[in-house]
């Protein structure tokens, strides 16, 4: 086995996503919400519905049974967060709301793609967005 299929298949081992951005360009991803969400009567923000069970098990069975106050977490985000979550239309890559944020935030101008890439990966991590033209 050459060295650079055992690097290959060890990633795959211990780390099961890498591998789907492996030759991905993060700026030509086109991020849209997965959570179902609302907007915030005060403020105008975004409040995301985290379903409280989601394993296959409570999932199915006890999640549908919940009260609404109980069957999610809400997640409130800032104006940032507010402001990417609205930019995710399902046409929008990355890149351009990078490009997007720094006029809307110019305050922010420090390292935008990096930070803006990581705290997508992130909501993708947790399911809270999914990637339009990413392979599965």
């Given at each position: 086995m050459a060295a650079g299929s055992f690097n290959n298949w060890f990633n795959r081992l211990f780390n099961n996503t890498a591998y789907k951005f492996e030759g991905i360009d993060f700026m030509e991803l086109v991020p849209v919400p997965a959570l179902k969400?609302?907007?915030?009567?005060?403020?105008?923000?975004?409040?995301?519905?985290?379903?409280?069970?989601?394993?296959?098990?409570?999932?199915?069975?006890?999640?549908?049974?919940?009260?609404?106050?109980?069957?999610?977490?809400?997640?409130?985000?800032?104006?940032?967060?507010?402001?990417?979550?609205?930019?995710?239309?399902?046409?929008?890559?990355?890149?351009?709301?990078?490009?997007?944020?720094?006029g809307f935030f110019p305050e922010d101008s420090d390292q935008i793609p990096e930070r803006l890439s990581g705290y997508l990966y992130s909501m993708w991590e947790n399911n809270f967005v999914a990637f339009v033209n990413l392979r599965k």
């Open positions: 969400y609302e907007i915030s009567e005060s403020d105008g923000r975004i409040v995301l519905l985290v379903p409280r069970y989601t394993g296959p098990i409570l999932g199915k069975i006890l999640q549908p049974r919940l009260s609404s106050e109980k069957q999610f977490i809400r997640l409130p985000l800032d104006e940032r967060g507010s402001w990417i979550w609205n930019q995710m239309n399902g046409t929008s890559t990355v890149g351009t709301m990078v490009e997007g944020f720094s």
